[in-house]
């Protein structure tokens, strides 16, 4: 099974939903992956075509945010050399570890920065994380009610994630662990 994806486009064409349906089984899988964009002797704007290749992929693939990218041409093979470098690399982030200490440390800060949001009118406690593995980055967040969470608050959490600890390009999964009541009614 694939550790790392090459994705390969057509530069003079674009991106098109056959190629985003592709990209989010990448990430479903947890594969790290490197989008390739071909023909790129072929595309007369450069500037134009990386930046509308680049919006279309920050919209419609939010949560591989920082994808390398690397153009070149088959025909020529100008640009080839640059692709084995971009893939080892997004093999080191897909493998990367980041110790409790840091990660916890990090957390504090984003929970000042921004606080959980109240759901059924109570605050969530959330406590620490840790990384349960890497391939791709796992982690886990312990806290009173965690799996409540709201969408839009894991999003911050693994954006943050992403730009802190440098993962670009790679699903980042976020297991969330709630503690139990030993009040609560045994319902067994």
Same mark, same amino acid.
């Given at each position: 099974?694939?550790?790392?994806?090459?994705?390969?486009?057509?530069?003079?064409?674009? =991106?098109?939903?056959?190629?985003?349906?592709?990209? #989010?089984?990448?990430?479903?899988?947890?594969?790290?992956?490197?989008?390739?964009?071909?023909?790129?002797?072929?595309?007369?704007?450069?500037? =134009?075509? #990386?930046?509308?290749?680049?919006?279309?992929?920050?919209?419609?693939?939010?949560?591989? #945010? @920082?994808? &390398?990218? =690397?153009?070149?041409?088959?025909?020529? @093979?100008? @640009?080839?050399?640059?692709?084995?470098?971009?893939?080892?690399?997004?093999?080191?982030?897909?493998?990367? #570890? =980041?110790?409790?200490?840091?990660?916890?440390?990090?957390?504090?800060?984003?929970?000042?920065?921004?606080? &959980? &949001?109240?759901?059924?009118?109570?605050?969530?406690?959330?406590?620490?994380?840790?990384?349960?593995?890497?391939?791709? &980055?796992?982690?886990?967040?312990?806290?009173?009610?965690?799996?409540?969470? %709201?969408?839009? *608050?894991?999003? *911050?959490?693994?954006?943050?994630?992403?730009?802190?600890?440098?993962?670009?390009?790679?699903?980042?999964?976020?297991?969330?662990? @709630?503690?139990?009541? %030993?009040?609560?009614?045994?319902?067994?």
């Amino acid at each position: 099974m694939a550790e790392v994806v090459v994705l390969t486009l057509d530069a003079t064409l674009g =991106v098109h939903e056959q190629d985003l349906q592709i990209a #989010r089984l990448i990430e479903r899988e947890g594969r790290a992956c490197v989008l390739a964009l071909n023909k790129w002797d072929a595309v007369e704007d450069r500037a =134009v075509t #990386r930046q509308a290749i680049a919006d279309r992929i920050e919209t419609s693939l939010a949560q591989m #945010r @920082g994808i &390398p990218v =690397v153009t070149f041409s088959a025909l020529t @093979g100008a @640009g080839v050399n640059k692709l084995l470098p971009a893939v080892r690399r997004a093999h080191e982030v897909w493998n990367s #570890r =980041v110790t409790t200490g840091e990660l916890n440390r990090w957390f504090e800060g984003a929970l000042e920065r921004h606080q &959980p &949001p109240l759901v059924d009118g109570r605050r969530l406690k959330l406590r620490y994380m840790t990384q349960a593995k890497s391939r791709p &980055p796992t982690f886990i967040l312990f806290g009173t009610r965690a799996e409540m969470l %709201p969408d839009a *608050y894991k999003r *911050y959490l693994v954006n943050g994630l992403r730009e802190t600890f440098h993962l670009p390009g790679t699903p980042i999964r976020l297991q969330l662990r @709630g503690t139990k009541n %030993p009040y609560a009614e045994n319902k067994s």
